[in-house]
T-cell receptor, first 112, second 116 residues
Framework: QKEVEQNSGPLSVPEGAIASLNCTYS??????FFWYRQYSGKSPELIMS????GDKEDGRFTAQLNKASQYVSLLIRDSQPSDSATYLC????????????FGSGTRLSIRP | DADVTQTPRNRITKTGKRIMLECSQT?????MYWYRQDPGLGLRLIYY???????NKGEISDGYSVSRQAQAKFSLSLESAIPNQTALYFC???????????????FGDGTRLSIL
């Protein structure tokens, strides 16, 4: 079983709609989850951190964490063309709390 | 100014050459990391360092070496470059203070390396 799984996409969403990105992980004791946005050829940029079960909102972004079901999601409301990027989920597994694990990313495309 | 600075930003070189990629940070973080990213693939950890005297291999350390010259500087070397080391290289830092494992990593702008 992979440590982390993300659908590689591309996920195509119309402008103004809600984009939903998902990430599942295998280490049940994992803590500290993050979402990064990466534009093509650029470095990953931290956009959300979430540490507790439930929802965390920041502007148009909402991160959702469900530790019992071992998934973390990112919702982007009112999607804009500038949201077109690859989104990486990341977390610290309980088995190795000093090394972050990155998913391979979901490519999101916002169509006009 | 960038908190995590990588030099050079781009480098083209020939097979067999020795190359050094440098990373410096002003964030005051103890932990530093080197990753490579290939087109369409995720980040792969090459080496990481939790302080000046602590160097650890990542999942793909073969063909690479590192030097932690100071808390703020972490260099990656390719002793004899080969074409399959052509990739985008990122340096990252994190702050270990606070609850263990809670801190995100912060990335430099990357070095695009091409080995001919």
């Amino acid at each position: 079983q992979k440590e982390v799984e993300q659908n590689s996409g591309p996920l195509s969403v119309p402008e103004g709609a809600i984009a939903s990105l998902n990430c599942t992980y295998s280490d049940r004791g994992s803590q500290s989850f993050f979402w990064y946005r990466q534009y093509s050829g650029k470095s990953p940029e931290l956009i959300m951190s979430i540490y507790s079960n439930g929802d965390k909102e920041d502007g148009r972004f909402t991160a959702q964490l469900n530790k019992a079901s071992q998934y973390v999601s990112l919702l982007i409301r009112d999607s804009q063309p500038s949201d077109s990027a690859t989104y990486l989920c990341a977390f610290y597994p309980y088995s190795s709390a000093s090394k972050i694990i990155f998913g391979s990313g979901t490519r999101l495309s916002i169509r006009p | 100014d960038a908190d995590v600075t990588q030099t050079p930003r781009n480098r083209i070189t020939k097979t067999g050459k020795r190359i050094m990629l440098e990373c410096s940070q002003t964030k005051g973080h103890d932990r530093m990391y080197w990753y490579r990213q290939d087109p369409g693939l995720g980040l792969r950890l090459i080496y990481y360092s939790f302080d000046v005297k602590d160097i650890n291999k990542g999942e793909i350390s073969d063909g690479y070496s590192v030097s932690r010259q100071a808390q703020a500087k972490f260099s990656l070397s390719l002793e004899s470059a080969i074409p399959n080391q052509t990739a985008l290289y990122f340096c990252a830092t994190s702050d270990p203070r606070g609850q263990a494992g809670n801190q995100p990593q912060h990335f430099g702008d990357g070095t695009r390396l091409s080995i001919l």
